[in-house]
């Protein structure tokens, strides 16, 4: 009742996985993935043990094929599921059961393979490879240009209405937060691969101010004003939390008129962001001298 695409960077080594289907909720039940050990797409009468377990083989140093072999020999109903799995040395597998309903299968390319199930034809999987292998840039965007040539194909062909994207790096810093590039869905909407997309600009953009605080506040606030002056300015109404650290970058770099303009901006709209740098200071984040002259008076 899905489509899904799961590949690989071999660039970078990332793996990832994108679905979307007319069910509720599709990033809830199909994708599944580990940092540093690979992802799984699991539809059609989906079987939850296809990730959560597969997950867990291929942690144990199972390859993919090893893992796929194991969880359909324990499945009471193999012949229902659709199931891909990937590791992050690149071993692929996949299955098409021969009950899952029509217009059923999937197609494997050079780094990645595509699965649909109740979709309108054949060419909503074919799509997806040759879109995905035809497209540059990172391998989130790739995924999600995928999903967008299956939905010119016609996709599920009972609508649309849930989708999902997530990314994970092939190795692993024991910190989760930074090994998952991107984790994002969509659970009810009209165009949820539009949805999704938006989603994903919003998120470069998010993680690109995020990674200048932090390079600023851990001591070189010079490159991260450099990195933040390459983007468009941060808008204060819809962006309040973003502008809070474009001042701090600003201020920490030397720039405090620039920062006390955007601090005083932001305070007309959201004051509450300001109150923020006024914790931040007494965190010890800021140097509280820079604080009281950045912070505009009431």
């Known amino acids: 009742m899905t489509y899904s695409i799961v590949a690989r960077d071999t660039e970078t080594g990332e793996v990832g996985v994108a679905t979307q289907s007319q069910a509720f909720a599709v990033g809830n039940s199909v994708p599944f993935a580990l940092p540093g050990f690979g992802v799984i797409a699991t539809q059609s009468m989906a079987e939850p043990m296809y990730g959560q377990v597969g997950l867990d083989l291929l942690r144990g140093g199972f390859t993919a094929h090893e893992s796929l072999t194991a969880l359909s020999s324990v499945d009471p109903h193999p012949e229902r599921r659709q199931v891909a799995i990937l590791d992050v040395d ?10 899952c309903v029509e217009v059923a299968g999937h197609l494997q390319g050079e780094n990645c393979v595509a699965l649909a199930n109740m979709a309108t034809a054949p060419a909503v999987w074919e799509s997806m490879v040759h879109r995905f ?3 540059g840039g990172s391998l989130a965007s790739r995924l999600l240009a995928a999903l967008h040539a299956a939905e010119e194909e016609g996709g599920d062909f009972r609508g649309r209405r849930s989708a999902a994207v997530v990314v994970v790096r092939a190795t692993t810093t024991g910190r989760p937060w930074r090994d998952t590039v991107v984790d994002l869905r969509v659970d009810d909407a009209v165009e949820p691969v539009a949805e999704l997309e938006s989603l994903m600009i919003k998120l470069a ?3 690109d101010v995020v990674r200048a605080f932090q390079l600023a506040i851990d001591g070189d606030p010079l490159t991260a004003d450099r990195e933040l002056e390459q983007l468009r300015p941060q808008d204060p109404k819809t962006e309040p939390d973003q502008v809070l650290w474009r001042a701090v970058v600003a201020a920490l770099a030397g720039r405090e008129d620039a920062a006390r303009a955007m601090l005083a901006e932001l305070g007309g709209v959201h004051p509450q962001f300001v109150e923020a740098a006024q914790r931040f200071g007494r965190a010890g984040l800021i140097p509280a001298d820079v604080v009281a002259r950045i ?4």
């Open 90 to 99: 690149g071993d692929l597998a996949v299955y098409t059961g021969r009950d």
């Open 133 to 135: 292998e035809g497209t």
């Open 205 to 207: 953009r998010y993680q």
């Open 295 to 298: 912070v505009p008076t009431a």
